[in-house]
């Protein structure tokens, strides 16, 4: 933490006494708290979305059309794939677009209780807190939105295996405050990183291609407002808090590439389950694919300090990072 000089002058002193220490980490100085979330809450009114009303939901799903980019696909280029036919193949698209947004449903309902818990406290007028309750606003929208995308593709929901479920009701019950922000921005940034090849390709159905234009827009603000906050969360948490989040981060990790791809999808499709888990584990492509849509946010855990120690062994074990 660092001292900035104030001015000496009785006019400007009580101006400058709130920001008279500025918070430092290894990324440099960071920025006040209320202007990000003014900023926010700006591009909020400017860029926000209703998607019942955005998207065409009455649309026929398009004969010959993917439901998810096929090289985002977790068996693309194993050799099972190479057996499948081209329909079985959109198929396993249709419900692995199922099995992401059943994830991301699931991963919303979480992010949204760790933000009520992280504004409990805070003051109730502030934009800090306006903008997190904007957020929540967005993420209500974005469920809804992913729930009705896989009630129009006509599969099934895939939800988390049990174990998993029930390990969050623990996570949402213990969590840090830094811990909140780098699980949320972990279940975000891969899934952004994906949509953000899904919504411009031409061979992905029209609605499915909207969906996704429509969450990384939003979602952009979201990992500005939690990459801010855990910045600020590692720099003033005392150690404990710290190190407990560098472990539980690393699980968090564990858990998401584990529940990334649900294996029933492979059994709906009319493949051999546990010969689909066994090559999606050998396939170099899929590793490639996962540490590539992770890379972004590694390195930026590790400029914070959150991948040292046994939090990188989590992490390397998790496949997504090298």
């Not at 002058?9 to 918070?23: K, Q």
Request: net charge negative; hydrophobic share 40%.
């Amino acid at each position: 933490m660092t001292t900035v000089p104030t001015e000496t002058s009785a006019t400007t002193r009580e101006a400058t006494e709130r920001d008279a220490t500025v918070l430092r980490d290894a990324l440099g100085p960071l920025r006040d708290r209320e202007q990000i979330a003014a900023r926010l809450l700006e591009s909020s009114a400017k860029h926000s979305f209703d998607p019942d009303t955005e998207l065409d939901w009455d649309a026929a799903v398009e004969e010959g059309k993917w439901f998810w980019p096929p090289e985002l696909l977790s068996l693309y280029d194993t050799p099972m794939w190479h057996r499948m036919s081209e329909e079985q193949r959109l198929d396993l698209s249709r419900h692995e677009g199922a099995a992401l947004a059943s994830l991301g449903i699931w991963f919303e309902i979480i992010l949204m209780q760790l933000l009520v818990r992280h504004v409990y406290d805070k003051p109730v007028t502030s934009n800090h807190v306006r903008y997190a309750l904007t957020e929540i606003a967005d993420e209500c929208r974005h469920s809804m939105m992913f729930g009705r995308m896989i009630d129009w593709g006509g599969a099934p929901t895939y939800e988390v295996p049990r174990v998993y479920h029930n390990l969050a009701r623990v996570l949402k019950t213990v969590s840090t405050t830094p811990g909140s922000f780098a699980a949320t921005l972990l279940g975000e940034e891969i899934l952004d990183w994906m949509q953000r090849l899904t919504f411009p390709d031409a061979r992905v159905q029209t609605l499915v291609r909207g969906v996704t234009r429509i969450h990384v827009i939003e979602e952009a603000r979201h990992v500005r407002y939690a990459r801010e906050e855990l910045r600020r969360q590692m720099v003033t948490a005392p150690r404990w808090e710290r190190e407990l989040t560098k472990v539980s981060c690393g699980e968090a990790a564990r858990v998401f590439s584990v529940c990334f791809v649900n294996p029933r999808v492979y059994e709906n499709v009319g493949l051999d389950r546990r010969e689909a888990v066994a090559q999606v584990k050998a396939s170099g492509h899929r590793t490639e694919v996962m540490q590539t849509g992770s890379k972004r946010l590694t390195d930026f855990f590790d400029d914070i300090g959150l991948l040292n120690g046994v939090s990188r062994r989590l992490w390397r074990s998790s496949g997504l990072l090298a």
